[in-house]
């Protein structure tokens, strides 16, 4: 389940979900900005707005009862979702800088042949000069870019 949180609300619905018990996933970034000439670094949600629930459906219903939450999304394949969030934790373990995607991608298939991010699978596209890595979250219509070096990459054939 998808829990769609109101705007900047996602870590006080994941404190709430800690709370309560009830196993979640708010993939964070770090962010480096810059006011009055100081740095400031924060951690930031990957996916704004959204927060990743595995219990039932009980718990999306707690949350909205925070009056955090605007609506939650049903997720008919479970296992998908986990499977395309590991790979999203395991880029930003990687040390590879991950950024928020907008869209679902269209390009062509390939897995990572080496390096830390072995094995994983989403879509290659080029733009200004750097290949990206997009790791699909399909539920939301949007994922997240890896720059990655294109000698990494093999094409998957369908």
């Known amino acids: 389940m998808i829990l769609h949180t109101k705007a900047r609300q996602e870590k006080a619905v994941a404190k709430f979900l800690a709370a309560s018990n009830v196993e979640h996933d708010l993939p964070l970034v770090e962010r480096t900005t810059v006011t009055r000439g100081r740095k400031h670094r924060s951690e930031v949600p990957l996916f704004a707005s959204y927060v990743f629930v595995k219990g039932e459906k009980q718990a999306a219903y ?58 994983v699978e989403g879509v290659v596209i080029d ?14 219509g949007r994922g997240a870019a890896v720059e990655i070096e294109r000698d990494l990459l093999e094409e998957i054939e369908d």
């Open 62 to 119: 707690d949350a909205i009862a925070t009056k955090r939450v605007a609506s939650f999304i049903e997720v008919n394949d479970q296992a998908k979702l986990e499977e395309e969030l590991a790979a999203i934790h395991l880029a930003l373990q990687s040390g590879f800088e991950v950024e928020e995607f907008p869209r679902l991608a269209i390009g062509a298939r390939a897995r990572v042949t080496k390096g830390p991010l072995l094995g």
């Open 127 to 140: 733009e200004a000069r750097r290949t990206c890595l997009i790791l699909h979250v399909e539920m939301l």
